[in-house]
């Protein structure tokens, strides 16, 4: 996770800082270990079928104060284009529906990051309009489940 977060390329759309010490990257760890402990959701490391390398991470978190989850998503740099977000998205995606039974999920991107809203929109996410996200202007895109039943 340090080095995900160390690429300024990868965090360039994602309002997120790179982590100062391996003492900050931990603590994020262990917050995200409490969603999916209290939620059954969270961020997992991504790993390559064929090697077992870490390609990065996906998953979902809840959000509290607007009781929805959010799906998220961050590949080490030389793993973009191969489709292992839209794969790996699209397994949460599923997960959020067929098991956790959730209403709807949110995803944000940057419009500038024309990578990311191309797999929320493969995903059936559909853009809801400009939000502020970690102090960036980005769009919201939200999937509702009734969209995802039908698309079975």
């Excluded at 300024?8 to 262990?30: C, K, L, M, Q, W």
């Excluded at 839209?86 to 949460?92: D, N, P, R, T, V």
């Excluded at 709807?104 to 493969?122: F, W």
Aim: charged share 25%.
């Amino acid at each position: 996770m340090m080095d995900l977060n160390s690429d300024p390329e990868v965090i360039r759309y994602t309002g997120d800082a790179a982590f100062a010490s391996e003492g900050e990257a931990r603590a994020v760890v262990e917050r995200l270990a409490h969603q999916h402990q209290a939620f059954r959701m969270g961020r997992l490391v991504v790993t390559s079928r064929q090697t077992g390398e870490k390609l990065g991470w996906c998953g979902l978190r809840w959000h509290e104060d607007i009781a929805c989850a959010d799906l998220g998503y961050r590949f080490f740099r030389k793993h973009w284009g191969h489709g292992y977000a839209s794969e790996a998205g699209a397994a949460c995606v599923r997960y959020a529906f067929e098991e956790l039974g959730l209403p709807r999920l949110i995803a944000h991107a940057m419009l500038e990051n024309a990578a990311s809203v191309r797999v929320l929109e493969k995903l059936g996410f559909r853009r809801t309009g400009p939000t502020v996200f970690k102090g960036l202007v980005a769009e919201e895109f939200e999937l509702p489940g009734e969209a995802h039943s039908g698309s079975r």
